[in-house]
């Protein structure tokens, strides 16, 4: 059973940052693709950032702002959100899809965390 555990969202002024994290459970976790997406009310779904092996894909609307890294020791995806905008505001979702190719699709991801609330107050 794989499990991934979001932390470290909360509340912020626009032009802060914060980092979030995702512990996962299971062996081989450097093996594995790792996203996170975001979701804000009334919208889909959308890919934020993800990583694989030493790759980095993120999407346009955070390039430059967010930074998305692994420790495979400690089994944990983290994603460093800096310039925080107000439409940044969302919940988090960590994702792990079972393949190391780097994918911004939200179905190639076959397991999902709870989701971590990160609100942006202008």
């Known amino acids: 059973q794989v499990q991934l555990v979001e932390s470290g969202g909360g509340l912020v002024q626009a032009g802060g940052s914060l980092r979030l994290s995702c512990a996962a459970s299971?062996?081989?976790?450097?093996?594995?693709?790792m996203g996170w997406f975001r979701q804000a009310p009334g919208k889909e779904r959308e890919f934020v950032a993800a990583?694989?092996?030493?790759?980095?894909n993120y999407a346009d609307s955070v390039k430059g702002r967010f930074t998305i890294s692994r420790d495979n020791v400690k089994n944990t995806v983290y994603l460093q959100m800096n310039t925080l905008k107000p439409e940044d505001t969302a919940v988090y979702y960590c994702?792990?899809?079972?393949?190391?190719?780097?994918?911004?699709?939200?179905?190639?991801?076959?397991?999902w965390g709870q989701g971590t609330q990160v609100t942006v107050s202008s």
């Open positions: 299971g062996r081989t976790f450097s093996t594995y693709a």
């Open positions: 994702a792990r899809r079972e393949g190391s190719v780097l994918t911004t699709v939200t179905t190639a991801y076959d397991y």
């Open positions: 990583i694989s092996g030493g790759r980095t």
